[in-house]
């Protein structure tokens, strides 16, 4: 079975890195976009599964790039985790509306947990 294909979309370098090594360590397939243009340009050319998606960025919002991802017919299906500081109930249910298959406050999960999380989102079909 191929590597399970995961794009982790951040302006931090140092969460980008840190997430890239923990997935890659487990056998998956890691790409990473340091802001909304360069997630949506990689989402075409990578297709990935699965997104981890921040969705403070500079440039284009994360729940922009949500919203263009759910309504593009060949990047609909993908599996997309808002992974973010925002712990507020308004910003969860602005993520389920635009379409977000989980939510992630990173704040409040390990590495292991949000490793188990992407895992379970993964194996939902």
């Known amino acids: 079975m191929a590597?399970?294909?995961?794009l982790i979309v951040?302006?931090?370098?140092?969460?980008?890195?840190?997430?890239?090594?923990?997935?890659?360590?487990?056998?998956?397939?890691v790409q990473t976009?340091?802001?909304?243009?360069?997630?949506?340009s990689k989402t075409i050319s990578f297709k990935p599964e699965i997104m981890l998606l921040d969705i403070m960025m500079p440039e284009i919002h994360g729940l922009h790039v949500?919203?263009?991802?759910?309504?593009?017919?060949?990047?609909?299906?993908?599996?997309?985790?808002?992974?973010?500081?925002l712990s507020d109930e308004e910003a969860r249910?602005?993520?389920?509306d635009f379409g977000a298959d989980g939510y992630i406050v990173k704040?409040?999960?390990t590495m292991a947990?949000?490793?188990?999380?992407?895992?379970?989102i993964l194996n939902k079909q």
Not at 15 to 28: A, C, M, S
Not at 93 to 96: C, G, V
Not at 113 to 120: C, H, P
């Open 3 to 6: 590597a399970a294909k995961i």
């Open 107 to 109: 704040s409040q999960k």
């Open 66 to 85: 949500l919203d263009i991802i759910k309504a593009t017919p060949e990047s609909k299906d993908l599996k997309v985790i808002v992974f973010t500081a």
């Open 10 to 29: 951040d302006d931090d370098p140092a969460i980008r890195e840190l997430y890239e090594t923990g997935f890659k360590q487990i056998g998956f397939d």
């Open 93 to 96: 249910k602005k993520a389920e």
């Open 113 to 120: 947990e949000v490793i188990n999380y992407v895992q379970e």
């Open 33 to 40: 976009a340091v802001n909304g243009e360069d997630a949506l």
